[in-house]
């Protein structure tokens, strides 16, 4: 248990939707990241919020949308969604300051745009 | 363009023998590099990590080589166990406005047979 917890673990939903993802980093990790697997990729970054701040942005679409809350949660708004957006969605967590390279994943969402 | 490259999607290997998974790299900008291990239904988990000031660095069963000057990276795995039986991710770090996101490669699926 790596300590960060993800809410759902499955989601399906219908093209054109919305829906958030929610992420818990662990206890005393400032950094929250967001990925994206779609099948036979690897992780693409989405977006890194440290602190409540936006610190760093990757392939992240503009129909995308995350924030972290002062309590260090994090969701991740996907929305008109498409089929192509079915893919798992993992939230990592990193301690203090930003070169944080160990990242503590959680267990993931499974989103299905049907 | 994929800066982090696993070339093998999958190495299957008897129990007890050596597992050696690759990965290369295209950014020589890079100077951090981690392996992370993947179960079914689970997020990666972080395994070993070298600097590029190294060569090479063992834990336990585990030793990631790094040879800079062709860019590429190796996992050994020595003895392997069934249970190291999962999804091999490289991912390679280096300074990008001071966040040091890790770009991941496509995972290898390493099986170890009884």
């Known amino acids: 248990d790596s300590g960060v917890t993800q809410t759902p673990k499955h989601l399906i939903t219908a093209t054109g939707q919305r829906v958030t993802l929610r992420c818990s980093p662990r206890?005393?990790?400032?950094?929250v990241y967001w990925y994206q697997q779609s099948l036979d990729q690897g992780l693409q970054f989405l977006i890194q919020?440290?602190?409540?701040?936006?610190?760093a942005k990757g392939n992240i679409l503009e129909r995308f949308s995350a924030q972290q809350f002062p309590d260090l949660h994090s969701e991740l708004n996907l929305s008109s969604l498409e089929l192509g957006d079915s893919a798992l969605y993992f939230c990592?967590?990193?301690?203090?300051?930003?070169?944080?390279?160990?990242?503590?994943f959680g267990p993931g969402t499974r989103l299905t745009v049907t | 363009d994929q800066q982090v490259k696993q070339n093998s999607p999958s190495l299957s290997v008897q129990e007890g023998r050596i597992s050696i998974l690759n990965c290369d790299y295209t950014?020589?900008?890079?100077?951090?590099f981690l392996w992370y291990k993947k179960y079914p239904a689970e997020g990666p988990t972080f395994l070993i990590s070298?600097?590029?000031?190294?060569d090479k660095n063992e834990d336990g069963r585990f030793t990631v080589f790094l040879n800079k000057s062709a860019k590429h990276l190796s996992l050994h795995i020595v003895p392997s166990q069934p249970g190291d039986s999962a999804v091999y991710f490289c991912?390679?770090?280096?300074?990008?406005?001071?966040?040091?996101?890790?770009?991941f490669g496509r995972g290898t699926s390493l099986i170890v047979h009884p």
């Open positions: 206890s005393g990790d400032l950094s």
């Open positions: 070298i600097s590029s000031i190294k």
């Open positions: 990592a967590s990193s301690g203090p300051g930003t070169r944080s390279y160990e990242q503590y």
């Open positions: 950014n020589s900008m890079f100077d951090y």
């Open positions: 991912a390679a770090s280096g300074a990008s406005g001071g966040s040091y996101i890790p770009t």
């Open positions: 919020y440290y602190n409540g701040e936006e610190r």
